[in-house]
């Protein structure tokens, strides 16, 4: 049986996607095949598609980190034909086989049950970036963030994590500062739950080890001089979660921020993290389980951020991402 699939390929020295036909027996090994339903497009899906980034570690290798479907067989006891199931990171789309086909192939223990309360379209609107936003902001809290400890910034802003994060935020009671280079995205924002914008054109960073105190906690999805702008402009014992390099991989910083007013930087890492907590996450991301009632990180305007698109449309997708244009999340269907 042959099915479709968008492989990363490298011809005369550089790496580009493609879609091509292949049989089980191309993919990776795994105890698990799943069918597929849905997968999404995330940042690190659009670099490796193009090329870019170094983000695939071995080619060829087919794209995507996420997928959801139904599991079509399973050489496991834990899954069986007809589940359904979700599964983000680990090496996929990266070094193993990845939820750009019509058919993914893994080890059984990279796989999820699909939360109950979530449908496997939900699970992909959130996907990784759902999950690195929910994983950012339990981290966030473990670090004793409150809303009441003061603002928090959302870097980044109209892209798929931080579209998420605002909305989780928001129905916790943050006042959340979304900060954007979209000038005319303000609005859509605000419905979102931003209290107020900030515009990447008009922000003034400053060069001075410690700003003016603004932010009890942030998210950043961007890196670079806004990472370090943040560490500067740091509440007292505030705490930063940073999670992307939209805008730059350096950090350029002092250690004032750290020893002056105790700031703290926690790395997210969501594509490593263990079963447990990964589950923890996923569960927060649907029901309480003794109320059936989405009372946790659920976003409840997921609907506005999320778009689906038939998998033809792939590559203009993660061209418009690299390029800073895309909103929200995009959802690509199998069926
Ligand atoms: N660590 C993890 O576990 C994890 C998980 C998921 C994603 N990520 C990373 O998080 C970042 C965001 O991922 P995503 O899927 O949300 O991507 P995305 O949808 O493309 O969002 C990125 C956003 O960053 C802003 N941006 C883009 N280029 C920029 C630039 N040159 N300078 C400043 N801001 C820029 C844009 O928002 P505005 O126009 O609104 O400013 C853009 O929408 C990526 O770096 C991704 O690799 C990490």
Known sequence: MNFRAYRILEENGSSAGRFVELRLSDLDPGEVVIRSHYSSVNYKDALAAIGAGKVIRR???????????????????????????????????????GGFAEYVRVPADWVVPLPPGLTLFDAMALGTAGFAA???????????????????????????VASLAI?????????????????????????????????????????????????????????????????????????????????????????MPFILRGVRLIGIDSAATAMPLRREIWQRLSTDPSTGLRTGLYPRLLAQVVHGVPFEQLPEICSQMVHGKSRGRTVIQFA
């Not at 794209?63 to 090496?91: I, N, Q």
């Not at 902001?137 to 910034?153: A, C, T």
């Not at 060069?207 to 702008?229: C, F, M, S």
């Open 167 to 255: 909305q989780m935020l928001a129905q916790r009671g943050y006042h959340v500062v979304a900060l954007t280079g979209k000038d005319s995205e303000h609005e859509y924002l605000k419905s979102l739950g931003a209290a107020e914008i900030l515009s990447r054109h008009d922000l003034v960073m400053g060069t001075r080890p410690l700003e003016k105190a603004q932010w009890a906690g942030a998210l950043d999805a961007v890196g670079g001089e806004t990472l370090a702008w943040l560490t500067r402009s740091m509440q007292q014992n505030g705490v930063i979660a940073s999670f992307g390099n939209a805008g730059g991989v350096e950090l350029h910083t002092t250690v």
């Open 59 to 97: 080619c060829p290798c087919v794209g995507g980190v996420d997928v959801s479907g139904v599991v079509e067989s399973s050489a496991d006891a834990r899954f069986k034909p007809g589940d359904e199931v979700l599964v983000t990171g680990y090496g996929m789309g990266v070094s193993h086989d």
């Open 134 to 160: 929910a994983l950012s902001i339990h981290r966030l809290e473990q670090n004793e963030l409150r809303p009441e400890n003061g603002k928090i910034i959302v870097t980044g802003a109209t892209g798929g």
